[in-house]
């Protein structure tokens, strides 16, 4: 195939992978993408993620939660400029290990614009951020497991997603107190 010439554009395409298989299915294709010198057709993929964090046994751990479990995002030129699918492409793509096929199948649609947008600002907007696996809401009472106020209970009166914080008020020496800590430094008190 030669470098650039007849190729169409570079476009974003969904494919379907093995369940859980999405991170493997994703180096592996990076790893190939020079060794079988598809640098010119493969520019991108995308896992779109975000980092959740809970508190289990008093040890606080984080795992990565997948927006779209078993998907991948692969910016390619998967078609000539006379729009006839690139063979060659779409089956280094579709034979990568863990991947079960195109969205799409035998003739792949790209995803329109807009749709990768958004998928790119949901992963722009949870960049270095901290999700909390149980969500929390102003009012609710809270048990304070880590920190100062070990052992304290509260209500919470704020909430700011961006930084990973909440305000409880706690009574101390007969006063309520707003403390700032971090998601994973509460738990639910169950009613």
Do not use: C, H
């Not at 809970?54 to 997948?66: C, D, F, L, P, T």
């Not at 006379?82 to 863990?98: C, D, H, M, P, Y």
């Not at 792949?108 to 809401?137: C, F, H, T, W």
């Amino acid at each position: 195939m030669s470098a650039n010439k007849g190729i169409s554009e570079f476009r974003w395409y969904a494919v379907q992978t093995l369940s859980n298989q999405e991170g493997k299915a994703k180096r592996y294709l990076e790893k190939f993408i020079g060794i079988e010198k598809m640098g010119d057709f493969v520019r991108g993929v995308l896992m779109p993620s975000e980092t959740v964090t809970e508190v289990k046994n008093g040890r606080k751990s984080a795992k990565i939660r997948k927006f779209y479990p078993g998907y991948l995002f692969i910016e390619t030129r998967l078609y000539d400029d006379e729009s006839k699918l690139l063979q060659e492409v779409w089956a280094f793509i579709r034979n990568t290990q863990g991947i079960i096929g195109f969205v799409g199948g035998d003739s792949p649609a790209p995803l329109k614009p807009e749709e990768m947008d958004r998928i790119l600002n949901q992963v722009k907007g949870s960049e270095g951020k901290e999700v909390p696996k149980v969500q929390y809401e102003v009012g609710e009472v809270v048990k304070i497991i880590d920190g100062p106020f070990l052992n304290l209970t509260g209500n919470i009166e704020s909430i700011d997603l961006d930084k990973g914080k909440l305000k409880v008020s706690v009574s101390m020496f007969g006063r309520f107190t707003p403390v700032e800590l971090e998601f994973w430094q509460i738990e639910r008190v169950n009613s």
